[in-house]
T-cell receptor, first 114, second 115 residues
Framework: DTEVTQTPKHLVMGMTNKKSLKCEQH?????MYWYKQKAKKPPELMFV???????INESVPSRFSPECPNSSLLNLHLHALQPEDSALYLC?????????????FGPGTRLTVL | AQSVTQLDSQVPVFEEAPVELRCNYS??????LFWYVQYPNQGLQLLLK??????LVKGINGFEAEFNKSQTSFHLRKPSVHISDTAEYFC?????????????FGSGTRLLVRP
């Protein structure tokens, strides 16, 4: 099973709100990723967790805070976001078994910051 | 640094016609290449991948791609497209970084299939 689920599907938040995005998979954990995708653009890498440890942070502002509580879950905590942070946020996972660089993507969370 | 170029931002084609979406990558010792498709308001779905072995790779939905090392290309082809193939297509190369791998994406090609 290579399914990756993301909740919520849609999120609208104000600039003073605190919210979290959730990503879950049951493939075992080799690596998990957060991407940000603006309209008509390719995904931009934000964070990489490798074996549950943060291994890559692509100079993302501190208003985005990732967390990997266990081998199945990946969260992205949001605080004091700006309207330009509105985008599709995608989670991806590399299963414990299989090609070590083959990423499976979730459906994404569509975030709107007012 | 590795990079991926998708020269065509949009490719219009009539239903049942063949299509080729072009992808070129910057050269490296080891190359791992992927094609992903993204339907409107959805995540990315893996179409096919080249990791090693045969240079002709077959994927889902009747797509195939050929890895050409001398031309540093990985073009995606389908002999007969359907309306349902209308979507955004991304070519990507996997690069090693610290203890992980990251995908470098091309800018994407929108395939527009017309009846």
């Amino acid at each position: 099973d290579t399914e990756v689920t993301q909740t919520p599907k849609h999120l609208v938040m104000g600039m003073t709100n605190k919210k979290s995005l959730k990503c879950e998979q049951h493939m075992g954990h080799r690596a998990m990723y957060w991407y940000k995708q603006k309209a008509k653009k390719p995904p931009e890498l934000m964070f990489v967790y490798s074996y549950e440890k943060l291994s890559i942070n692509e100079s993302v502002p501190s208003r985005f805070s990732p967390e990997c509580p266990n081998s199945s879950l990946l969260n992205l905590h949001l605080h004091a976001l700006q309207p330009e942070d509105s985008a599709l946020y995608l989670c991806a996972s590399v299963p414990e078994r299989g090609a070590y660089n083959e990423q499976f993507f979730g459906p994404g969370t569509r975030l709107t910051v007012l | 640094a590795q990079s991926v170029t998708q020269l065509d931002s949009q490719v219009p084609v009539f239903e049942e016609a063949p299509v080729e979406l072009r992808c070129n990558y910057s050269s490296s010792v080891s190359v791992y290449l992927f094609w992903y498709v993204q339907y409107p308001n959805q995540g990315l779905q893996l179409l096919l991948k080249y990791l090693s072995g045969s240079t002709l790779v077959k994927g889902i939905n009747g797509f195939e791609a050929e890895f050409n090392k001398s031309q540093t290309s990985f073009h995606l082809r389908k002999p007969s497209v359907h309306i349902s193939d209308t979507a955004e297509y991304f070519c990507a190369v996997s690069v090693s970084m610290d203890s992980s791998y990251k995908l470098i994406f091309g800018s994407g090609t929108r395939l527009l299939v017309r009846p």
